[in-house]
């Protein structure tokens, strides 16, 4: 069972990588928010927010079927060891100048709002930024896996 201890670190993480999130998705947002109607930002931040738990339901559902490997192989928990890990591994990975270069899929949220337009283009973009590539949404997704509950995941990524 999680604590409101392991929520408040989620929550205190979320607010220090903020500006982080700010630089990164902040065009996508003015994009829409000066483009669009109240409905249409509305409509954008609704999808993103959905998009975000839906990940984190499918990648906490994901750690709960390791944890039940892991049982039946006799190690308890072990999507959050796995996790330990995987997030040794990223941060190794950065301190070593390895970058992974995404771009051509960073592009795809913005090339649906301008072809769809309005409240639907609007929903495809906020939901399609959930899936943008982004080391720092990777480290809370790898967070989700580790709670080892659909539910948890997406109280995670909420």
């Known amino acids: 069972m999680l604590t409101f201890g392991f929520f408040g670190s989620v929550f205190a993480a979320s607010v220090i990588g903020s500006p982080h999130c700010v630089g990164m998705c902040g065009g996508l947002v003015v994009a829409v928010s000066s483009r669009g109607s109240w409905l249409e930002v509305l409509s954008y931040h609704g999808f993103r927010i959905l ?31 796995l996790i330990g890990v995987l997030l040794g591994i990223q941060f190794g990975a950065a301190l070593g100048g390895w ?16 072809r769809i337009g309005g409240v639907r283009g609007a929903a495809c973009t906020g939901f399609l930024t959930a899936g943008l590539p982004c080391g720092w949404l990777y480290s809370f997704l790898l967070l989700a896996v580790g709670s080892g509950a659909a539910g948890s995941g997406a109280g995670v990524m909420f």
């Open 51 to 81: 998009g975000y738990v839906a990940l984190g339901a499918a990648f906490g559902f994901a750690g709960e079927k390791i944890n039940d490997v892991g049982l039946w192989v006799g190690l308890q928990a072990a999507a959050p060891i």
């Open 99 to 114: 970058r992974f270069s995404w771009a051509a899929l960073s592009g795809v949220p913005a090339r649906w709002f301008r």
